[in-house]
């Protein structure tokens, strides 16, 4: 979400560490409804927690689609590599299931 | 009474559209597509607390006209809103700081005329009140941000707030009209806003590290249709197509 901007004389713009040249991004959780649980909406880019969190209101709650919002650090998300996809989740374990179990007659209902 | 009551109203409901109509300038040119949304949420709540006064305004006034042509068929001198809404976007720090000078008038505001004893007015109150302490947020936000943030920031947020200073007066003029109001318990005390008006900015521009301007110089007269030389040109943008096409609609 940034892009060059035009620059008055003398103007300067730091690199912040961690960013596109810009402001920090924000991964957004919205919780839809009291008892139900805060889901990744998207994420934002905001200078710090509170305008992030206003910036994840404007952008995600617009029609009324929450009653909380968390904000996160996209930094402190540390994810699973896509490259080892096939290592860490298409393991052949039926066994692990429960409907792999025959009941013997003699258990009835369970 | 229902005269005092519709120039209150028309007050009321230019000063949100013309604030509306300066923020809406900014929609598309933002520099971040967070911020973009938060200005067009801002424009488009005081546009609909704007709706709300005219349609009122309309009804007071018994003539005929409803909020399109309170809002569109008005001329310079006939539209009251405080000067300060009126004024250029400039950088950030000048939104920002006119953004921040009306949410702090207009929390109070709406707070006091919830609480009156004229019931539409008191319901459009109830609902703008909610809005208006967001904006508040947001804008404080910005302003603390800004003023105590770089070298750079904060002397645009300074420069912003000295810029707008002259004009804030203004929010706070106060004539026979809104002393009748007053009296029946239905308009707001002026100077009872300005004192947590003055609280709130004294607040925020001190966990800014800004300064409080001390100029004592006043630029008052909107709210009788003496404007400053920015409102012609507002009004010219938002009301051409209006007047080119009466009547035209999506």
């Given at each position: ?110 | ?79 009251n809103n405080a000067v300060l809404v009126e004024q250029p976007n400039g950088d950030f720090g000048q939104t920002t ?87 029946a318990d239905v308009a707001a005390d002026p100077d009872v806003l300005r004192t947590e008006w003055a609280a709130t ?10 300064d409080v301007p001390t100029d004592p110089y006043e630029r008052t007269g909107g709210r009788i249709g003496l404007h ?23």
């Amino acid at each position: 979400m940034s892009y060059d901007a035009p620059r008055i004389e003398g103007e300067v713009d730091p690199e912040i560490e961690g960013t596109r040249g810009g402001m920090p991004l924000w991964e957004v959780f919205v919780r839809a409804a009291r008892g139900l649980n805060h889901v990744h909406a998207g994420s934002v880019h905001a200078a710090d927690a509170e305008s992030a969190i206003l910036a994840a209101r404007d952008v995600y709650t617009r029609r009324s689609e929450g009653v909380s919002i968390w904000v996160v650090p996209s930094t402190a998300i540390h994810a699973s590599d896509p490259n080892e996809q096939d290592a860490f989740f298409e393991g052949d374990h039926p066994y692990r299931h429960p409907t792999f179990y025959e009941i013997p007659e003699e258990v009835g209902q369970m | 009474m229902s005269s005092a009551l519709l120039t209150y109203l028309l007050r009321l409901g230019d000063d949100n559209m013309i604030v509306a109509q300066r923020l809406g300038e900014l929609v598309s040119w933002m520099p971040e597509l967070e911020e973009d949304i938060a200005v067009a949420n801002l424009s488009l709540d005081h546009l609909g607390q704007a709706r709300a006064f005219y349609t009122y305004a309309g009804e007071v006034e018994g003539a005929g006209r409803d909020e399109d042509a309170l809002a569109m068929g008005r001329s310079e001198r006939e539209f009251n809103n405080a000067v300060l809404v009126e004024q250029p976007n400039g950088d950030f720090g000048q939104t920002t700081a006119r953004q921040f000078l009306v949410d702090a008038y207009q929390v109070p505001l709406y707070r006091t005329l919830a609480a009156g004893a004229d019931e539409r007015l008191a319901g459009i109150a109830a609902k703008a009140e909610k809005e208006a302490r967001y904006h508040l947020r947001y804008s404080s936000g910005w302003v603390v941000r800004l003023g105590d943030g770089t070298d750079e920031s904060h002397r645009r947020m300074q420069a912003g707030i000295d810029t707008m200073w002259v004009f804030a007066a203004d929010l706070f003029a106060s004539d026979a009209a809104e002393e009748e109001l007053l009296a029946a318990d239905v308009a707001a005390d002026p100077d009872v806003l300005r004192t947590e008006w003055a609280a709130t900015v004294a607040d925020v521009l001190g966990r800014a590290t800004l300064d409080v301007p001390t100029d004592p110089y006043e630029r008052t007269g909107g709210r009788i249709g003496l404007h400053t030389e920015h409102l012609g040109h507002v009004l010219t943008e938002m009301q051409w197509l209006h007047r080119s096409h009466a009547g035209a609609a999506w």
